[in-house]
């Protein structure tokens, strides 16, 4: 009787965690969220929008008030709306937990951003990094383009900012010695010269994106990095 209870609560578990991955994209026991978008009626990916960053939140929320261990997010993204991307973003700036961030598939234009918010960024052996000016559709009347096109401007000066301060760490830039406006105009150069920049994970890491591409020494797995920041190593 003990043994059918035991394996039936077990099973009952099972279901719960399949349930919180596939319709809440958190794992609560492992303190893991997924980040990707919703199928959209032509099927196609519905990338950041409002549905992801209400849900990313009340998932950090819950992560935090249920422990203090490290949060892994996974992302697979193409990007997509600026401010969903932003709230996003300083959810993880504001988390008290330690937050591990890990690139799959794709982390491209607004998936290039909310990355950067994170204390460990890691990248997948094969995942692509992109990024760009993004684009802008502007309407309404003449005040208001003018009054829009100034707000891109700044959230331009915003994204640069936000690439530059990580950048500036990393390994390329270093090398040059680069003063923070050095690398804003590099950046600068690459998304006019390609409009779309992409990079290989190594190249991510070269470049300050991320930390390291998972397998590298001392980050050879999700598990033991996630155990290597809990034991303070």
Same mark, same amino acid.
């Given at each position: ?15 719960? *965690? *399949?349930?919180? =991955? ?18 959209? !009626? !032509?099927?196609?990916?519905? /990338?950041?929008?409002? #549905?992801?960053?209400? #849900?990313?939140?009340?998932?950090? $929320? =819950?992560? +935090? ?9 996974? +992302? ?14 300083? &959810? ?10 890990? @690139? ?5 234009? @607004? ?9 460990? #960024? ?32 700044? =959230? $331009?000066? +915003?994204? =640069? ?18 003063? !923070? ?7 600068? /150069? ?11 994970? $190594? ?6 994106? &991320? !930390? ?13 990095? $996630?155990?290597? *920041?809990?034991?303070?190593?």
């Amino acid at each position: 009787m003990s043994s059918t209870i035991i394996t039936k609560k077990g099973r009952n578990q099972k279901h719960d *965690i *399949i349930e919180e =991955l596939h319709s809440y994209n958190i794992c609560i026991d492992t303190r893991e969220i997924f980040l990707h978008g919703e199928p959209s !009626d !032509d099927n196609s990916d519905s /990338g950041v929008e409002f #549905r992801m960053a209400n #849900r990313f939140l009340k998932n950090m $929320r =819950l992560l +935090q008030a249920s422990g203090d261990d490290p949060i892994i997010i996974h +992302q697979h993204t193409d990007g997509g709306d600026w401010f969903s991307g932003m709230m996003m973003y300083d &959810a993880i700036i504001g988390c008290q937990c330690h937050v591990i961030f890990v @690139m799959h598939g794709t982390a491209a234009s @607004m998936g290039s951003i909310i990355p950067q918010s994170a204390d460990t #960024r890691i990248i997948m052996p094969s995942c692509i990094f992109m990024v760009h000016d993004g684009s802008t559709c502007l309407s309404g009347t003449h005040k208001q383009v003018q009054s829009a096109a100034q707000l891109e401007e700044r =959230l $331009r000066e +915003q994204m =640069l900012d936000i690439y530059s301060s990580v950048c500036i760490n990393g390994h390329f830039f270093q090398k040059e010695q680069a003063t !923070d406006k050095k690398v804003k105009e590099y950046i600068i /150069g690459k998304m006019n010269e390609k409009e779309d920049w992409w990079l290989n994970a $190594r190249e991510t890491v070269a470049f300050g994106f &991320a !930390d390291a591409v998972l397998g590298d020494e001392g980050y050879d797995t999700i598990e033991t990095i $996630r155990d290597s *920041i809990i034991n303070g190593e």
